[in-house]
Structure formats: C-alpha cells, structure tokens
C-alpha cells in the first residue's frame, strides 16, 4: 500500500505560523521528488514547494518565498512544510505528493502519490 499521510494543518490568525509534516511508506524506491501542492476555494490545484531526494535543492512559489520551507528528513521518511507569516491568500486544503509535476501534468497522476489533504484557514 503506497500512501502518503499528512499531519498539522488547522485554523491560524494572519502573520502566524504552521507546520505540516508528510510520512510516505509502501513505494518500492525512495521517491526523488517530494513536495506540497495547495487547492484554494474555487481555484484549481497548485504547486507551492518542491524538495529534491538529496535534499539539497528546493523551490518554492512565488507567493510563498521567503515565508514557507520545506524540509525533508530520509530517517523518518518525511518532508515537512515550515509555513511562517500566513496569509489570508495561504486559505487550502494542502496536499504533499511524491511527484511535483507542472500545471499540466497534475490531472495526470496517480491517486497514491497524493496525501488525504489537510485544511489550512487564515483568518484577517
């Protein structure tokens, strides 16, 4: 069973912070890709941070530079998201996945390489 389950999330005053963490088990090979995706009320699913498996090279949306960070911890089999400076516009469901694929290729991937998502409101 490959499965990805999130924890943290929640309900934070704007300016403040939050940390989600990710555990992935059941994939044969470790994935080289981890990474956070977000789906806005009424908006369509979008990229917000990607880890690389050496974890030495992250990116990160423009939107969300310089306040979230993603970490990734290969003894535990987890990545996290650091989310500091919330915004209102920061308001999803967050998803981490085990691919980071460009717009076009998020309809594209398996069910499995997506976490249950996990609720995230800022409130003004």
């Known amino acids: 069973q490959q499965q990805l389950v999130e924890s943290g999330g929640g309900l934070v005053q704007s300016g403040g912070s939050l940390r989600f963490s990710c555990v992935v088990s059941?994939?044969?090979?470790?994935?080289?890709?981890l990474g956070w995706f977000r789906q806005a009320p009424g908006k369509e699913r979008e990229g917000v941070s990607c880890i690389r498996g050496n974890g030495g090279s992250a990116s990160y949306a423009d939107s969300v530079k310089g306040r979230f960070t993603v970490s990734r911890d290969h003894a535990r089999n987890t990545v996290y998201l650091q989310m500091d400076s919330l915004k209102p516009e920061d308001t999803g469901v967050y998803y981490c996945?085990?691919?980071?694929?460009?717009?076009?290729?998020?309809?594209?991937?398996?069910?499995?390489?997506w976490g249950q998502g996990t609720q995230v409101t800022v409130s003004s």
């Open positions: 996945t085990v691919e980071c694929p460009p717009r076009e290729n998020i309809r594209r991937m398996p069910s499995d390489y």
């Open positions: 059941g994939f044969a090979l470790d994935p080289y890709l």
